[in-house]
Each structure stands twice: as C-alpha cells, then as structure tokens.
C-alpha cells in the first residue's frame, strides 16, 4: 500500500520531525515525510532534513505582504508535495482562518503540556511557575484559536521538585517524540472522528 505523505511544518530544533522521520524508517508510523517547510532559514530542521534527504523549503515571512499571502504559498507547497496531513512542530506562527479551514481535520500540532492549561509560547516555564506538580503533552487538531482545537491524545508528565526549565523540556520532549507518531498513525488509519471538540478514537 502506498504510505501516507505528510507535510511538517517547523521553525527550529525539529527534535519532534527527527522522531517522526526514525518512526517513518522503521515503520511505526506508516507514512512519509514528503517535505519539511520552515518559516526560518536558520532552523536546524532544515538540516535534519537534508541529512534525511527529504525535501525541505523555507517560506520567509517577510516576503509576503500579509498572513494569509504567506499561507497561500504554505498551502500551495503542501498540496505540491501530495501531504495528507500536515503537522506542525514546533512552528511558530499563527495561522489564518483561511489556512486552518483549508486543511481542517487534517491539521495537527503538538503543545508542551496538558491543554487549556499552559497554551502559548512559553508552556514549560509556565507549568513550572506556578508549581503544578504534572503537566504533560498535547496532540490536537488546530483550529482557528492557539492551542485550543480538539484534543486527540494527552500524555501526563509528572514535575519533580528539582527541575529546571532544561531537565523537564527533555522529558517532555521524550513523551512527544512517542506521542505524535502514535497521534499521526491513529488519524491516518481513520480510527479518530472529531464532533464538536470531542475526538472519539476507536480502538
Ligand atoms: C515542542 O516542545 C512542541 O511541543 C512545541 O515546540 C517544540 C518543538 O520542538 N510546539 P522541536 O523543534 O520538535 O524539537
């Protein structure tokens, strides 16, 4: 069967595209990374992908006059590359209501920790901030609001009283890199049905 292609979109590190790239190798993830777009041409995902050989394109901002000129470009290379889905990871912009209506249902992010808590940009220091004693990762579809669409998985992730802001974005990071291949592989396979914001998986 021909596997699923994907489109993930990142603007730094691309540890999250890394473990969608070693789940795609070995076959834990049925699909493929057909092009990796980022919004900055710094970003080191840039370079995992050319280490992996896949397609990598780089959208710069500042080259379109408004936000949803820039998504038209964004939407016209995922739809060139023949993507499925498109995942974000660890992509920092926001993106328009024309975007996220395009590809609903079939756009995916990822959030450091257990929304509605701690959205935004800064999750891990603010769970750490205000002393909550678990915090987690998100897997959930987008919609029109930041971190709000519906929910597909959630992974806790209790805090210990001697982290640091650095010890426990690595084990978050750890639970997301085995969590969005799984969130990714159960959309793909069609065992999740959105109504409303509840996602029902079928087992
Ligand atoms: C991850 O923590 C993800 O949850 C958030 O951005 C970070 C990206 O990390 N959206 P990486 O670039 O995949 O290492």
Redesign the pocket.
């Known amino acids: 069967m021909k596997r699923a292609l994907l489109a993930v979109c ?1 603007s ?6 890394q473990a969608l790239l070693g789940a795609s190798r070995r076959g834990t993830l049925q699909a493929k990374v057909a092009i990796v777009v980022s919004d900055d041409p710094r970003a080191y ?1 840039l370079k995992r992908a050319l280490a992996a050989k896949i397609p990598a394109v780089v959208i710069a901002p500042k080259a379109y006059r408004s936000r949803q000129a820039f998504d038209r470009q964004l939407a016209r290379v995922i739809d060139r590359y023949g993507a499925r889905l498109v995942v ?3 992509f920092m912009r926001l993106l328009s209501p024309w975007f996220v209506r395009r590809f609903r249902g079939r756009l995916l ?4 920790a257990l929304l509605p808590s701690f959205s935004g940009a800064h999750a891990v220091r603010d769970a750490l901030d205000h002393g909550v004693k678990v915090t987690g ?1 998100t897997v959930h579809f987008v919609d029109e609001k930041m971190d709000h669409g519906p929910i597909i998985l959630q992974a806790a992730v209790p805090i210990r009283e001697t982290d640091t802001e650095k010890s426990l ?1 690595s084990r ?2 750890k639970t ?1 890199h085995q969590l969005y291949p799984k969130a990714i592989q159960m959309v793909l396979d069609g065992k999740v049905r959105v109504r409303g914001r509840i996602v029902q998986i079928r087992h």
């Not at 730094?12 to 595209?17: D, E, I, Q, R, V």
């Open positions: 990142c730094g590190n691309g540890t999250n595209l995902a974000l990871a660890g992010n990822i959030h450091p990762v974005q978050l990071h997301e």
